[in-house]
């Protein structure tokens, strides 16, 4: 495999290999928590931040305590406590040192840890083999991308909240419809970089 | 147990509360591996056995696991499950596991398997929350299905890797993309949103 640049994973990570439209992750919130902007846009400041530290301190574990001992099968419950306790702690570190943030990402905090984009991401680069720094890369891009995605949507959604939908299509057949649609035109940066 | 009882539990799971187009759950995963049916087929079969068990599992402990910390409980049983799954598909289908990658890591935090434990099993007997994990997995893995034998009738002419519609069918490219899995889904819930209106209206007249 030729070594890619992490800034090249970074810039694929949003745009060719976005989260939600090339890999269907962190859909569940992404329907949910999609109505209004600025909404979106905290949500989608939490994942990247929350992405970025996780990414960092899941692949340290995963190479120098698992590998080591040969524990690799554990990587989904070691992944899964970690993500929970980093969320955990950053909500009470933010509580204390940036409460302006913390009241800003507040409620999105406990929500995080149920996104699969966070675990996905770590899964993700495992399997792919990344070094430490396309790491980086991956996971910050990919939190960017996600956050482009849901507040791309988010803005669709407050556009057609007037419009006359067909009544079996209102809600999440809407959005799923719009989705494809802006998936459809994410496929036109496909000749840009490609990561597999 | 009532067989009425085991009735309800597998129409509100199949049916009125299926997880795809009733509750709009687990939808990550659903769209990624729908390309092929073979894939949605196993997805499906490891989604079923680890709701079905982590429901039973859930319920058994149910009245010893402290309130507040029941969420990471449920959570580290999940995880145990799936890595069941993992080392089986790695040991039996080394090629179905590259296929879904991440993805059978993924059913950790596929919002199903945490409803249906804090919706049913709960307050509910060991067994019943057997059937209803194994009911809701099932109306999880008809819908990927659904959804996988189109993408892959019309992406690759195939049905499981057998060739259905001969040469001159010209596949479709976009059915493969990501684009189309959000489409069909689409249609689905429109569809099966109708019907269920339908049915509503009939019942109040």
Known sequence: ?196 | MAKNNVKKIFRMGLWEDNPVFGQILGICSALAVTNLMMNSLIMGLGLIFVTGLSSFTISLIRQYTPKHIRMMIQVLIISAYVIIVDIFLKAYLPEMSKALGPYVGLIITNCIIMGRAEAFAQKNPPLESLLDGVASGLGYTIVLLIIAFFRELLGFGTIFGIEVLGDWWTPWTIMIMPPAAFFILAIIIWITHNIKEKNEREVAK
């Open chain 1, 1 to 196: 495999m030729i070594e890619l640049n992490p800034f090249i994973i970074f810039l694929a990570a949003i745009f060719t290999n976005n989260m939600i439209f090339a890999n269907f992750l962190g859909m569940c919130s992404y329907i949910a928590v999609s109505n209004e902007i600025p909404t979106a846009l905290g949500l989608g400041q939490a994942v990247t931040f929350v992405l970025a530290i996780t990414s960092v301190i899941n692949y340290l574990i995963y190479d120098y305590i698992l590998v080591p001992l040969q524990l690799e099968y554990l990587r989904f419950i070691v992944f899964i406590v970690s993500i929970a306790a980093i969320v955990q702690l950053l909500e009470m570190v933010l509580e204390r040192y940036l409460p302006n943030l913390y009241y800003a990402l507040g409620i999105f905090l406990p929500l995080i840890t149920v996104n699969c984009a966070i675990l996905g991401v770590s899964l993700f680069m495992i399997i792919r083999e990344y070094t430490f720094m396309q790491s980086i890369g991956f996971s910050i891009g990919s939190g960017i991308g996600w956050t482009l995605a849901i507040v791309a949507l988010a803005g669709i959604r407050q556009r057609i909240k007037n419009a006359p939908i067909p009544k079996g299509l209102e809600g999440p057949g809407i959005t799923l419809i719009i989705t494809g649609l802006m998936a459809l035109a994410f496929v036109g940066f496909s000749g840009i970089v490609q990561i597999q």
